[in-house]
């Protein structure tokens, strides 16, 4: 799993702000930034496994799945988006 040179879309919150969709409009904020203004092709999101929360933050940006590695021992779930 090489991706030289990919953007990777992430987001990480303290747990008091989970649960009230700041990650979902932060994520379609950047995702949209990054297609419309910056044209990057691509935008990739790594998730540790069994993070089913930004999973679901990655699909509702337009992600899907694209492989499971393993990396320095850490299971991840690798999402990818295509600049339309």
Same mark, same amino acid.
């Not at 990650?23 to 691509?42: G, K, N």
């Given at each position: 799993?090489?991706?030289? =040179? $990919? +953007?990777?879309? =992430? ?9 009230? =969709?700041? $990650?979902?409009?932060a $994520?379609? +904020? @950047? ?5 419309? &203004? ?5 935008? &990739?999101?790594? &998730? ?8 679901? @933050? +990655?699909?509702k940006? =337009?992600m899907?799945? +694209? ?15 295509q600049?339309?």
């Amino acid at each position: 799993m090489e991706e030289e =040179g $990919a +953007a990777e879309l =992430g987001y990480d919150f303290r747990s008091d702000f989970w649960n009230q =969709g700041y $990650a979902s409009e932060a $994520a379609l +904020a @950047v995702r949209d930034y990054a297609f419309d &203004i910056l044209q990057l092709p691509q935008l &990739i999101s790594l &998730i540790r496994l069994g993070n089913l929360v930004s999973r679901r @933050v +990655a699909e509702k940006v =337009g992600m899907t799945f +694209a492989e499971e590695f393993t990396r320095y021992d850490i299971c991840y779930w690798k999402y990818v988006i295509q600049n339309p």
